[in-house]
């Protein structure tokens, strides 16, 4: 039998649930072609979102059509414009005709080599002359807007990690760049989202850069348990399962509602479970899944300083007064301004995210493993130290 549950993978179909609100803005914006920029954490959902919304929108407007970009591995301006131009050409057509059309009509100065592979049904990749794209790149900027206004369709280009464009060389140039070329596109909206949210707010809510109020920005939250729990109950039944609604609380309660974990979780217990999955499955399950992250964490704990776990420590502790001497000295900070400098490097490592005096980790299960493995046997280690120097 086949679990009822997707993690790893972008959440579709039955798997995928609740967002009701954000798939009809989204829907709404990419039928509009207004702009929109996507913010949260890891794994809460953007990509499953945005698919979903551009899955409802094709059903409804053919007239549409969506180009999905990820610059995850793209480090390079040169990188970006190859991609863009092979993903917007693909979303252009499929047809090798008309693909070496566009490219013989629309990029007559670049004059990109188009190599296919034998299989019809595979892609094909392009190259091009960069010294070249770098002096004139209008051509591709501009390519989405141009086939899509001669031949009458919009276009949304939907591009995944945009955050990595403030690690290119003269980001602020680029951006300038692609801005002067979007802003004037009729026929293209653009759906731009990530996981950093300071890059992206930077990149998008500070007066002084290019892509300043370039579209609606939306904060994506967590789903609520409200939502969670009829979906998993749902998805034991669909396989012959039961589980009841206290049972399914207690994963989202132990995952923080994460969307990837209360899925992984849900698996997990599905799994341990026969015919009805109780909370001793889930919590069973729930060892299981912080063992098989313990390796992860373990490395990522290495990889900090001690007083940068120190803090840690302070913030599962329940912690706040950090500029406090007592807070300092109890936890071993070092100075207040060690402190700030502490809370920076956690956050652009992505463990933790900071709103006002507010400070969560990212990784729900990364807290749960600190604190009933790590400080434990740390403490544990230190008892005894204690003791045998006595
Ligand atoms: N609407 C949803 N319904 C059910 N599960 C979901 C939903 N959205 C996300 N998930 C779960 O969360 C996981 C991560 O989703 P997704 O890849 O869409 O997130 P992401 O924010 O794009 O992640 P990343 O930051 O790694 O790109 C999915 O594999 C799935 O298990
Ligand atoms: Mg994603």
Known sequence: ????????????????TNRTEEVKQLSFNFQSLINTVIISPRRWGKSSLVL??????????????????DMYNIRTENQFYQLLAQEVMKALSSKLEEILEISKNYLSRIIPKISFSPDPASDFSISMD??????????????????????????????????????????????????????????????????????????????????????QILFL????????????IER?????????????GLICTLTENHSFYVQ?????????????????????????????????????TDSLSNSQINFLEATINGEEKFSSK?????????????????KQA?????????SGSDIEFLDPMYKHWLSKYWFKVRSYKTNMCCLLSK
Request: hydrophobic residues 40%; contains cysteine; aromatic residues 14%.
């Open 130 to 215: 960069w010294e070249e794209v770098k002096k004139q790149p209008d051509e591709i900027l501009d390519l989405a807007e141009k086939v899509a206004s001669s031949k009458n369709f919009k276009l949304v280009i939907c591009i995944d990690e945009f955050q990595n464009i403030s690690g290119f060389d003269q980001p602020v140039d680029f951006q300038k760049k692609l801005r002067s070329h979007w802003q004037t596109h009729k026929n293209v909206g653009y759906c731009l989202y990530g996981s950093k949210r300071h890059m992206l707010l930077d990149v998008f809510s500070s007066h002084s850069m290019p892509f300043y109020n370039f579209g």
């Open 221 to 232: 939250n967590k789903i609520s348990e409200k939502h969670w729990i009829p979906f998993i």
């Open 264 to 300: 992984q979780l849900a698996h997990f217990a599905w799994l341990n479970s026969e015919n009805t999955c109780y909370p001793e499955q889930v919590t069973n399950a729930f060892e299981t899944l912080l063992l098989q992250l313990s390796f992860l964490y373990q490395s990522l």
């Open 346 to 354: 956690l956050v652009s490592k992505e463990i933790i995210e900071i």
């Open 1 to 16: 039998m086949n679990t009822p549950f997707v993690f790893g993978k972008h959440a579709s179909s039955e798997y995928f």
């Open 236 to 248: 034991f039944a669909a396989t012959g399962k039961v589980i009841s609604a206290e049972t399914a």
């Open 52 to 69: 979903k919304a551009a899955e409802e929108v094709q059903k409804i407007d053919k007239n549409i059509r969506f180009c999905f970009i």
């Open 326 to 342: 007592e807070i300092i000295q109890t936890y071993n900070l070092g100075t207040s301004a060690n402190v700030t400098r502490i």
